[in-house]
């Protein structure tokens, strides 16, 4: 009740609403090594809306998918996209994707799918999801990370818990006036915009 987000409908220009690739978890994964293939699928609501295969080499990964957007027809896609390394501070080298868009070009640790190819998020002009937020929307996020921490029940109307066991009274009376003060901005705003 009253929590963040409540009664909104998301805006799909957002990389949280976006189909993406991120190269951290393949090299955590062992993906990167040259010669290794693996595959993937995405799917919405348990029904498949795109499959896709990957082909690794030393500088580049080679992408085979077909997606199908809005009950479309499915279209296949064949491209490399770039690899880049940076030398990490205690050894090693860390992976990142070169942007396939024409002339973006840039190092990039996350590509996004729209449109049938991939690109970095400033290719797409996508917006992290708190970039798209109201200011009440901010206020009551950041009230409901301190209920979390509290242990309360999410949604900046429902009442207020108690102590959590363990936890410094100092602590306790410290979140406590956080929390307030997140919630009377936030009720504030609304009050301003409606």
């Not at 090299?27 to 498949?48: A, C, E, M, P, Y």
């Not at 242990?151 to 307030?180: A, C, Y």
């Amino acid at each position: 009740m009253g929590g963040y987000g409540s009664g909104r409908q998301g805006n799909s220009e957002t990389t949280e609403n976006s189909i993406s690739i991120d190269i951290r978890n393949w090299q955590r994964n062992g993906f990167l090594q040259s010669g290794v293939s693996f595959k993937s699928k995405w799917t919405i609501h348990d029904r498949t809306i795109g499959k896709i295969n990957f082909n690794t080499g030393r500088n580049k990964v080679s992408l085979n998918y077909a997606t199908r957007i809005k009950k479309g027809d499915w279209v296949n896609q064949i491209y490399d996209i770039s690899l880049q390394t940076t030398p990490c501070h205690y050894g090693g080298e860390r992976y990142w994707f070169t942007c396939p868009a024409s002339n973006c070009g840039r190092r990039v640790a996350l590509l996004y799918l729209c449109e049938h190819h991939f690109a970095c998020r400033k290719c797409y002009k996508l917006a992290y999801p708190s970039q798209r937020e109201t200011e009440w929307d901010r206020t009551a996020r950041q009230a409901d990370k301190i209920r979390e921490k509290l242990h309360w029940e999410p949604g900046i109307l429902n009442g207020k818990g108690s102590k959590p066991k363990g936890m410094h009274w100092k602590t306790f009376e410290r979140l406590q006036v956080e929390h307030d003060a997140y919630v009377n901005q936030s009720l504030g705003a609304i009050n301003i915009y409606t």
